[in-house]
Structures are given as structure tokens and as C-alpha cells.
């Protein structure tokens, strides 16, 4: 006889088992393993199977039809989704609450909705009344939002059944909604899965393009789902830091677009604002002259970006000195340190690092390895860099500076912004360049230019304090000490 499938289905996971238990093996969550009802079983060797439908095979070539977008009227968001809302598609909204995921949806609603859209606005955690009120202070309140506060997902899907289908559903937040079918509390797993799978389907079957929003947790997961990451057409991030005004949009996941693309809004008093220039924005809070600090030019997406790189290396307190880093790569940043000691002679063992990107921006790109070797001689040594100099260009491990794709995309805003010379690794675009290029072959030479330039101003500040009657600050960091020694050459 054949053995009996297993009727026991870990809800997060899939791994199954013969008999119920609290805690899942496979994934180690609890509580998620539940019955599968017995339709859902694989019929055993009595049963008649079922016949199958047939259906046709397509070929590879033929007619198409292009994805049908619908632009949100928000075009940083659509910069983010690859050019619009796919009809059909499901998005997955994620952030840390308060970030303004309620206020990008409803402005993106209303936007909708003014270009004479059906636009739905489902709210599981506040009343109708607390909408309006953020509508009001956005000034939306003439735009034809259709609002309700709802949490059940039968409920919801048989009213959008009605009627004209809408364009736009937003679902605030997922971990609100339940479906009948399921039989836990909102907000597990279970729930969130299962009234995920619905509105999926609602999706799929109506033409409607869904949001879901979904909170993040301490630790930057989506809470619960990460199930239907798998389950959604596209899942974005919606970040910023709590201090900044700034907040950047980005595709973890795009099965219709690029995810390499960053929205940019800033956080005012009547809600979000685009920010088409985010460079502008990223630098308008410099420290100019501050030793540390150097102007990356990179590139984000399709789009350059210039963003502040600020670094301080200061004698370690601790045993093992520390190395944190916000914003950039913690294994990119050792390794720059590793070259920069290996090749350099730039003692950092006995020092502290900390590395930041300026306005709460995260940068993946290893062209910044120039300029966070730049930003670190230039706090070590105490010497400002030039303040109209941008850096681009990454670190081998050999000490060489290696070229970086776009250099004339980087060049080209960098000479907008009103850069005047640009730091890059050789074989870039020279001629024709829009500002005065610095070729740097390798790590050695660009740590030799800042030490000279150290020379020349700390021999200026020296020549001012001997005027005044002060110890030359020259003399003063000239006496060797053995946790603050500055560049060796
Ligand atoms: P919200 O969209 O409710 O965040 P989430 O849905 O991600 O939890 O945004 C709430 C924050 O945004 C709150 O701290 C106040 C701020 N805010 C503004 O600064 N200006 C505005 O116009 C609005 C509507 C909100
Ligand atoms: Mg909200």
C-alpha cells in the first residue's frame, strides 16, 4: 500500500510533515504549520484522475503585447517601477513605520485619480476620517480618492468586483488584512500569506494593479512575508534616515523594470516632494574645508548622483580598533583600509574608522573606493581636500585605480554642479572633459598628493600662528606619537 501524503503544511516554508507540531524544523518558525485540507492532498492510486484541459503552446516569436503601463503621475515613482504601473501587477511597499508610505500611496492615489483613474484607498490601520485628515493637510481633498476602512479581504474583493474595475488598489498595510479561508489572527503568517494569495488573484483576474504595504522590522525584513516577496511582481523600499528630510525609493525586486533605479523625495509639511536633482539635495549641507570629507561622483541607476563621503579616523580607545560604516559596504571599506596599509604605508591599525554617506543615501557601487580612500587619508592626515574636486574610481587590490563604467555621465553633472576638477583613474574621458581631470594611476599617488598637499597648508596655518605667537601647528604634529602618527611615505 502506498504511504499517506502528509497532511501537515509549515505555512512559511512548504516543508511537510506526517503529524502536527509547534515548531517548524525546516525554518524554525513557530506556529506555522497547519492541515491541508483534503482537496489539496494528492489523490491517491484509488482515485480516477482528473482529465486534463488542453491548452496551446505559443511559440517564442509572435505578437506581443507590450506590457501596458500606466504612469502614476508621480514620475520619481515611476523613475522606481520602470516607467509606470503594470496592469495586473502587484507591488510590495516596505519601510519602517512613519517613513511616509501612507503619504507617497495617497499622493500617488490622488494623482491617479486626477488624470481621471479609478484610484482605491483601503486602510486597515487608520479611519476614514484619519485619511482625510491627511489628505486635507496634503491639499488632495479635491481629487477622487475612493476611500474605505476595511480589513477583510472577501469583503474587499467583492466590492472591487463591482463596478468599472479601478486602476489603482492600495492596500495599507497587509499585516491588517484577513481572509475567511485561514483560520489564524491577523498578522501572522498564515494570514498575511493567505490574504496576500487573494488580492494576488483579484490582481490577476481584474487587470487592477495592486500596493500592498507592508512594515519592516527592527532588523529591515518585511515583517512575516517573506513569502510574498516570492508571491508579488515587485517589492520597493521606501528609506531614509530619521533626522533627514530625504527619502529614496528603491526596487529590491522589478519582474517589469530595473532595480537599480532610485526614487528621490524630500519630506516636507505638505507631504512628500520630487526631487528630479537629487544631487543639489545631497550636497547642500556641506562642511566645506573639513578634513574628511570628499564628493563622490557615482551613479544610480541610469541617473549620476554626486553625494558627500565623510570619513574620521581618530587613535583607537579599544583593544581592537573600531570600523563602522553607514551607507557604504563594511568588506569594501576593510578592503580599501587593507590596500591603503599594504601598498600605501597608511598605518590604521591602531585608529578608529568610521566611514558615512552623507544625507542618509546607501551606495553599492565599488567605484566610491577612491573616494572613501581620499575621505580616510584626508581625516588621518588632518588636510581638507580641495572643495570643488569630485572622486571616482575603484581600488584594485593591487593599489591600482581601476576605470568605472558612465565616467562622462559622472564628469557631466559634477561640471553642472559646478565642480572644477575631477579625480579619476586613467584611460577616463580626457578629452572634451567639461572640468580639469586628474588622471590617478594608482592609490600610492593620490595618498602622496593629499601628504603634499598637508605640507603646504599645514605650512601656511604654521606661518599664521607664528604671526600670532603660537606653536607652529606644524611642530606640534610633528612630534611622533605612537597612536596618531600621520602618513608615512
Ligand atoms: P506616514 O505616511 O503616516 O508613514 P507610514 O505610513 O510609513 O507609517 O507618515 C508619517 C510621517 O510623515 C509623520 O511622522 C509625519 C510626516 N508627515 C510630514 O512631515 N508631512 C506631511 O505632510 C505628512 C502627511 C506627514
Ligand atoms: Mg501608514
Request: contains cysteine; proline residues 7%.
Amino acid at each position: 500500500m502506498a504511504k499517506s501524503a502528509p497532511a501537515f503544511v509549515c505555512q512559511n516554508c512548504g516543508a511537510a510533515y506526517g503529524r502536527w507540531q509547534g515548531k517548524c524544523e525546516a525554518c524554525g518558525e513557530w506556529n506555522t504549520i497547519s492541515e491541508e485540507s483534503a482537496a489539496a492532498r494528492p489523490s491517491g492510486p484509488g482515485r480516477q484522475p482528473r482529465k486534463g484541459r488542453l491548452f496551446v503552446l505559443e511559440p517564442l516569436a509572435g505578437e506581443t503585447h507590450e506590457a501596458p503601463r500606466l504612469p502614476s503621475g508621480l514620475p520619481e515613482l515611476d523613475r522606481v517601477t520602470g516607467g509606470g504601473f503594470v496592469r495586473g501587477s502587484v507591488l510590495l511597499v516596505g519601510g519602517d513605520p512613519g517613513i511616509g508610505k501612507s503619504t507617497l500611496l495617497l499622493q500617488a492615489a490622488a494623482a491617479l485619480a486626477r488624470a481621471a483613474r479609478r484610484a482605491v484607498y483601503i486602510s486597515g490601520e487608520e479611519a476614514v476620517a484619519q485619511v482625510r485628515l491627511r489628505a486635507d493637510r496634503l491639499g488632495l481633498t479635491q481629487a477622487r480618492v475612493e476611500l474605505a476602512a476595511e480589513t477583510s479581504v472577501e469583503d474587499i474583493v467583492a466590492t472591487l468586483s463591482e463596478g468599472p474595475t479601478p486602476s489603482l488598489v492600495i492596500i495599507d498595510s497587509i499585516q491588517t488584512m484577513w481572509t475567511d479561508a485561514v483560520e489564524s489572527a491577523p498578522g501572522t503568517v498564515t494570514q498575511v500569506r493567505g490574504a496576500a494569495q487573494a488580492l494576488i488573484r483579484f490582481a490577476k483576474r481584474s487587470g487592477a494593479t495592486v500596493i500592498l504595504v507592508g512594515h519592516v522590522t527592527k532588523d529591515g525584513q518585511i515583517a512575516g512575508p517573506r513569502v510574498i516577496e516570492h508571491m508579488v511582481d515587485a517589492v520597493l523600499s521606501f528609506e531614509g534616515e530619521g533626522a533627514h528630510q530625504f527619502r529614496i525609493l528603491r526596487a529590491l525586486k522589478n519582474r517589469f523594470g530595473p532595480t537599480d533605479e532610485i526614487g528621490v523625495f524630500e519630506m516636507t509639511g505638505e507631504g512628500l516632494r520630487e526631487v528630479p536633482n537629487p544631487s543639489e539635495l545631497f550636497l547642500s549641507e556641506r562642511d566645506l574645508g573639513t578634513p574628511g570629507t570628499a564628493v563622490f561622483a557615482g551613479i544610480e541607476g541610469t541617473r549620476p548622483l554626486l553625494v558627500e563621503i565623510q570619513a574620521l579616523v581618530a587613535p583607537t580607545t579599544l583593544g581592537t580598533p573600531r570600523r563602522a560604516v553607514v551607507g557604504w559596504d563594511q568588506s569594501r571599506l576593510s578592503m580599501v583600509l587593507a590596500v591603503l596599509e599594504a601598498h600605501c604605508g597608511v598605518r590604521l591599525g591602531s585608529h578608529d574608522v568610521y566611514l558615512n554617506v552623507a544625507g542618509g543615501l546607501r551606495i553599492q557601487e565599488p567605484a566610491a573606493d577612491l573616494v572613501a580612500a581620499a575621505a580616510l587619508v584626508s581625516s588621518l592626515t588632518n588636510t581638507p581636500l580641495p572643495a570643488d574636486a569630485v572622486y571616482f574610481g575603484e581600488i584594485s587590490l593591487s593599489g591600482a585605480i581601476r576605470p568605472v563604467p558612465q565616467a562622462a555621465a559622472r564628469l557631466k553633472e559634477a561640471a553642472k554642479l559646478g565642480f572644477a576638477r575631477a579625480i579619476v583613474p586613467e584611460a577616463g574621458p580626457e578629452a572634451g572633459a567639461p572640468l580639469a581631470v586628474t588622471a590617478v594611476a594608482s592609490l600610492t599617488t593620490l595618498v602622496a598628493d593629499i601628504a603634499a598637499r598637508r605640507g603646504q597648508t599645514t605650512e601656511d596655518r604654521g606661518q599664521m600662528a607664528e604671526d600670532r605667537g603660537e606653536t607652529p601647528r606644524i611642530l606640534q604634529r610633528r612630534r611622533p606619537t605612537p597612536d596618531n602618527r600621520p602618513v608615512e611615505r
